[in-house]
């Protein structure tokens, strides 16, 4: 079975200023992971997903993220964000297991952009 | 685009009732999911679906039922509602495993409210 740890519930950072949202995963087996974001009163969509290949993966709005496999991270970033970016952001991780396919969702990070 | 709509975006029902969540995509998907949302718990998978007919307990499956009638439609009962089924939920839909990106659709979520 996989887990995923989002280091930060809540991120505060001014305006065009960088960002890192941190997300830590385990597994015994092959991950595929993902990011999303949920603005207020939405759904869920998808930032960015690492499925193989290049573990440097761009996504919509600037924002991209790295695979670590080493540090088992997959850490999103932004170099310089907007008001219109606060949102709560979720890391995910896939995997094949014994009983099937399995996502699991790490528990959220709020980010709030300041002016 | 993916489409995943939620029949309510608010709900306030009272403890003992029936509820029904319903949940529609327009775009063929084989798999369907329902989560709950909670704060610091992020989502947590209660049933999910491959196939019309066919269901599958996820990792909170107690207090709910699902019915998959058709392939497009994905409902949530909640048999006698209880104040701690407050909370979020939100429906999703992948298309198969095979050959496929593994990302979720996400509907815009229901809130229900129980007194």
């Known amino acids: 079975a996989q887990s995923v740890t989002q280091l930060d519930s809540q991120v505060p950072v001014f305006e065009e200023a960088p960002v890192e949202l941190r997300c830590n995963y385990s597994?015994?087996?092959?991950?595929?992971l993902f990011w999303y974001v949920q603005y207020p009163n939405q759904g869920l969509q998808l930032l960015l997903k690492?499925?193989?290949?290049?573990?440097l993966v761009k996504g919509i709005n600037g924002f991209e993220a790295e695979f670590n496999k080493s540090q088992t991270s997959f850490h999103l970033r932004k170099p310089s964000v907007h008001i219109s970016d606060t949102a709560e952001y979720f890391c995910?991780?896939?995997?094949?297991?014994?009983?099937?396919?399995?996502?699991?969702f790490g528990a959220g990070t709020r980010l709030f952009v300041k002016a | 685009d993916v489409k995943v709509t939620q029949s309510s975006r608010y709900l306030v029902k009272r403890t003992g009732e029936k509820v029904f969540l319903e949940c529609v995509q327009d775009?063929?998907?084989?798999?369907m999911f329902w989560y709950r949302q909670d704060p610091g718990l992020g989502l947590r998978l209660i049933y999910f679906?491959?196939?019309?007919?066919?269901?599958e307990k996820g990792d909170i499956p107690e207090g709910y039922s699902v019915s998959r009638e058709k392939k497009e439609r994905f409902s949530l009962i909640l048999e006698s509602a209880s104040t701690n089924q407050t909370s979020m939920y939100l429906c999703?839909?992948?298309?198969?495993?095979?050959?496929?990106?593994?990302?979720?659709?996400f509907g815009p979520g229901t809130r229900l409210t129980v007194t």
């Open positions: 999703a839909s992948s298309p198969p495993l095979e050959g496929a990106s593994y990302e979720q659709y």
């Open positions: 597994s015994s087996v092959s991950v595929y």
């Open positions: 690492y499925l193989s290949g290049s573990t």
């Open positions: 995910a991780v896939s995997a094949l297991n014994t009983g099937g396919f399995k996502t699991i």
């Open positions: 775009m063929d998907h084989e798999n």
């Open positions: 679906s491959y196939d019309v007919k066919m269901k």
